[in-house]
């Protein structure tokens, strides 16, 4: 056993003589940042360029829901009420979704961001949100 030790240790040492006498690798030249800019010289967010999310068109609906009880609407619409989120029933069925729904007045859509939403599905299971279009949805008002 003594002698297996000493024939890897000669093995090993060997190896690391022979790797060591190789031609280092050649370091490669790197262009800097700057050429690849162009004209661009910073990183600037969206919001520091005055640039925004697409506006809406006038004629597409913010609709919360998906609630198969009536009393799960309520206090959806209840819960939207206590945030100043302007929020109305939508009465029968919207095309291609399933349950009860509620329509986002165009000025409260901005205050239901994704956090909101995101908090309003914990307390709500099976709660979606869809852009619809507007035309033909019959509210409760």
């Not at 024939?7 to 190789?22: A, G, I, S």
């Amino acid at each position: 056993m003594r002698w297996l030790f000493l024939l890897l240790l000669v093995l090993n040492v060997f190896y690391y003589v022979w790797h060591q006498q190789e031609a280092p690798l050649k370091v490669k030249d790197v262009a800097p940042l700057s050429l690849y800019k162009g004209n661009q010289q910073e990183i600037r967010l969206l919001k520091e360029t005055g640039v925004s999310a697409p506006p809406r068109r006038r004629d597409e609906c913010l609709v919360v829901g998906g609630l198969s009880a009536r009393e799960q609407l309520e206090a959806l619409r209840q819960r939207l009420v206590s945030l100043d989120i302007g929020a109305v029933p939508v009465a029968g069925q919207l095309p291609g979704a399933d349950g009860l729904w509620l329509k986002i007045s165009p000025e409260s859509e901005r205050l239901l961001d994704q956090e909101v939403l995101a908090s309003l599905s914990n307390d709500f299971k099976d709660l979606k949100h869809k852009i619809i279009f507007c035309q033909g949805i019959a509210t409760g008002e």
